[in-house]
């Protein structure tokens, strides 16, 4: 019988390429992941690794049960937690990993709400952008992800397999240095700003400007680019660039020397939590969705 604990540890091996690394991930010795995965090959009754030297490689039978590892492991975890709740623990667990902006406003509001209906569930928390943090939803690395996508972006996110929990429709706004001639415009055209340098964010978010732009008929040169919102905030501030940023994004951050405008057209990016379906039958996950959604609300 294939145990889930050692398909933890081949996923682990999978990812690390060795032994030794896999025990450093997991917390274990190296003997122990040695062991784990012998019983794991004598339960499969075939070869699930290839050992080179310092390398390590799955053979064709471990690609599948790699593959399959996800599912089995995300699956047991909501069995597990429906169970509990069955039973009358009345205790749970959430991992979330969520964007940055979406860390510092919806969540904190959501999980103190969470808190307080709920003191014995417990949420972690990780950051990461989309499309990492679907991609870690589904190989069962997290149980909800906040995530977002452009309207009318592009390239379009298939979630077709997960459920959707809509939470809020996000605006772009600009943001330019507080001296510049367009600070106290009650709104600007995004071709308004074509000769300007732009700061930039993350990976979708910078795709996503360049084609808010090249439909206005330019292309953005882009000086700066940055993960990290209040250092956008900083550059403009800086009399360095202009910059869109999302709504949300500056709720929590207060801009110095710097002033925001209504950019036209509108851009919005639509907010969303999204689970496993066999996740969202778990309780403390859909607790989690609800106050998402409350705190979205309020």
């Not at 996000?170 to 001639?181: C, K």
């Not at 910059?243 to 500056?250: K, R």
């Not at 929590?252 to 710097?258: D, E, F, G």
Request: aromatic letters at 4%.
């Amino acid at each position: 019988m294939i145990e889930a604990r050692h398909l933890r540890v081949l996923r682990a091996v999978a990812a690390t390429g060795s032994f030794s690394a896999a025990a450093r991930e997991l917390g274990c010795t190296q003997p122990a992941v040695s062991q784990q995965m012998k019983a794991l090959e004598a339960s499969a009754g075939t070869p699930l690794l290839i050992r080179a030297g310092r390398e390590t490689r799955l053979t064709q039978a471990g690609e599948a049960l790699v593959r399959h590892a996800a599912g089995i492991l995300s699956g047991l975890t909501a069995a597990e937690e429906e169970v509990a709740a069955i039973a009358g623990l009345r205790a749970g667990r959430v991992r979330l990993v969520s964007f940055p902006s979406g860390s510092s406003t919806l969540v904190p509001t959501a999980l103190a709400a969470l808190r307080a209906a709920h003191p014995g569930t417990r949420v972690s928390l990780v950051e990461a952008e989309p499309p990492r943090s679907v991609e870690m939803l589904r190989e069962g690395d997290c149980d909800i992800a906040l995530a977002f996508r452009y309207e009318g972006a592009s390239i379009t996110d298939d979630w077709s397999d997960l459920v959707v929990r809509p939470l809020l429709a996000d605006r772009l706004v600009g943001l330019v240095p507080e001296g510049h001639p367009l600070a106290r415009a009650g709104s600007v055209g995004i071709g308004e700003l074509a000769g300007e340098p732009w700061i930039a964010g993350c990976p979708r978010c910078r795709r996503q400007l360049v084609e808010v732009c090249a439909s206005a008929g330019f292309e953005p040169r882009i000086d700066f680019a940055t993960d990290d919102y209040p250092a956008v905030i900083g550059l403009v501030g800086a009399g360095l660039g202009v910059a869109v940023l999302p709504e949300l994004a500056l709720e929590s951050v207060r801009p110095k020397r710097a002033r925001t405008v209504t950019v036209e057209p509108a851009v919005r990016r639509e907010i969303v939590a999204l689970t496993l379906p066999d996740l969202a039958q778990v309780p403390a996950v859909s607790a989690t969705l609800h106050h998402l959604t409350r705190a979205a609300d309020a």
